[in-house]
């Protein structure tokens, strides 16, 4: 299976950089092809926790290529951040290519996520603040600052002075309101607070990033070629997915959504492939539901359930620190997802977090408002607002299932819920996660071979 893509099938957070980290073991490269550091993917080795935001989870592989694919957001600043501090935990990065043609998020993007959201007041996304919306607008515009501008001093200031003329009137907007904070925090106004943002001074940025780009040269690389070469030779290339298919800007849960597009059809633009390089998709999706952020989630549980789920699933964003919501697995929304990404497999995590729970419950049609019975994903964001979920109930199970390794292992109930939701989303479960250790894991069927070439 050389191409083989790794898709949140939920609204992220899943464990995709878990299985990442499975599977890269038997790939020749790991790439990321969208998102940003809004991703915040996290592998747990003999005990010792790796969180990702813009690195592939391949990178503790120190044999495979990880990239950072053209589709990608990058802040350089947080780049730099996670290679050093990889450094310091004794990581080789040296294997890390970068596209020349990643768009960076620079720090007006990051002030300008800032600014929308607070303008939006109620109506906000709980975006991440990181600056991905206005970077990937940026690119839209044109006016998009790329890994390769940062290795032209004149070409680097040109194109910034370009990309911030017109932001002046927001962030001025955004000056104002903080200067409002600060009078309404009983501050006063103060020299500092009315000072320009010495972030937003051209030179200052200018320079800031030519030093970026003296770091960043020797991983900058033909990313696109990278994959082809290794696919050509046979060998397996991982295209790791950030967020998830309902937070696509296409078809997730519009406006609730990132910027980006997650789903598996996306591994080819953000990377450089061909569809025919594409072989196999396996989407990722905890045994239940969790959703950081604002935006509709129709399982979603507002009592001691979720409670259990939220404490034993430890459900709190990894890159923001957020109390993720909590909720029922949704049937509907997965299979969805199975369809819009073609997923060839599936894998289950988290299934661990379950036990003790009692009576599983899983979301198998909608109702509307009106009473309509739906068992298909609303395209129409007022009746998906509107949904009641209908579940189905199964027996659930009580023992300790962590140090489970084997199907067979498993209580009988932990195994026909896994059936279950198999048949309802006609795919094959290929892998269950049963704690958040790299060996906490069953394959069902064979484990894949994904040799290197
Ligand atoms: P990602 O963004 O999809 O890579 O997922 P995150 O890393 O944001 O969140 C998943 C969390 O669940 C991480 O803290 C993982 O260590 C943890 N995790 C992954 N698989 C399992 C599992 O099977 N059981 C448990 N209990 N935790 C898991
Ligand atoms: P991983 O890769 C969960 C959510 C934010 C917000 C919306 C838009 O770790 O699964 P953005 O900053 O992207 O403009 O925010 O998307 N969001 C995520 N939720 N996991 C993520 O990534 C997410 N990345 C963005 O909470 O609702
Ligand atoms: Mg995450």
Redesign the pocket.
């Known amino acids: 299976m050389p191409g083989l893509v790794i898709v949140?099938a939920q609204w992220?957070?899943?464990?995709?950089?878990?299985v990442t980290d499975l599977l890269a073991e038997g790939a020749d490269a790991i790439v990321r092809f969208q998102g940003g550091n809004n991703?915040?993917?996290?592998i747990?080795r003999d005990g010792e926790e790796f969180k990702f935001h813009l690195i592939p989870?391949g990178i503790l592989h120190a044999d495979k290529a990880c990239v950072i694919g053209n589709g990608v957001v990058l802040d350089p600043h947080v780049l730099l951040g996670e290679i050093d501090g990889l450094k310091r935990r004794g990581v080789d990065v040296g294997n890390l290519r970068i596209s020349s043609n990643a768009h960076l998020i620079m720090p007006y993007h990051v002030l300008l996520d800032t600014a929308g959201e607070v303008k939006l007041g109620k109506l906000s996304i709980g975006t991440t603040r990181r600056g991905i919306g206005p970077c990937y607008a940026d690119k839209a515009l044109r006016l998009g600052i790329r890994v390769q501008d940062l290795l032209d001093e004149k070409i680097l200031r040109t194109k910034i002075r370009a990309a911030l003329e017109p932001k002046q009137q927001a962030l001025r907007e955004l000056g104002v309101q903080r200067r409002k904070l600060r009078r309404e925090g009983g501050e006063g106004p103060d020299a500092i607070a009315d000072a320009p943002d010495p972030r937003l001074d051209l030179h200052t940025m200018t320079e800031e990033h030519v030093s970026f780009g003296h770091r960043l040269e020797p991983h900058i690389a033909d990313t696109p070629r990278l994959c082809w070469e290794a696919l050509d030779k046979g060998g397996t290339v991982l295209f790791e997915g950030a967020q998830a298919t309902l937070l696509d800007l296409d078809h997730g849960t519009y406006p609730f959504v990132t910027s980006s597009n997650p789903i598996a059809g996306a591994a080819c633009v953000g990377a450089g492939v061909a569809p025919t390089d594409i072989d196999e998709v396996w989407g990722?999706a905890k045994a239940y539901a969790t959703r950081v952020g604002a935006g509709p989630f129709p399982t979603e549980l507002d009592d001691d359930t979720g409670r259990h789920l939220l404490e034993r699933?430890?459900e709190f964003g990894?890159t923001t620190g957020r109390e993720r919501r909590c909720g029922w697995m949704d049937l509907i929304a997965l299979r969805y997802a199975v369809r819009l990404n073609g997923m060839t497999a599936l894998t289950i995590?988290?299934?661990?977090?379950l036990s003790g729970i009692g009576t599983l419950r899983v979301a198998v049609r909608y109702r509307s408002r009106e009473g309509a019975v739906l068992d298909r994903f609303p395209y129409h964001q007022s009746i998906l607002h509107g949904v009641e979920p209908e579940y189905e109930e199964l027996p659930g199970f009580d023992a300790d299932i962590s140090g489970c390794r084997t199907a067979a292992d498993l209580p009988n109930e932990a195994r026909a819920y896994l059936d279950f939701i198999s048949e309802f989303a006609g795919v094959p479960i290929r892998l269950v996660?049963?704690?958040?250790g790299r060996d906490?894991v069953i394959w069902i069927g064979d484990e894949p071979d994904l040799r290197a070439a």
């Open positions: 949140g992220g957070d899943e464990g995709k950089g878990k991703a915040g993917h996290t747990v989870s990722v699933g430890h990894t995590t988290k299934l661990d977090v996660g049963v704690g958040p906490q």
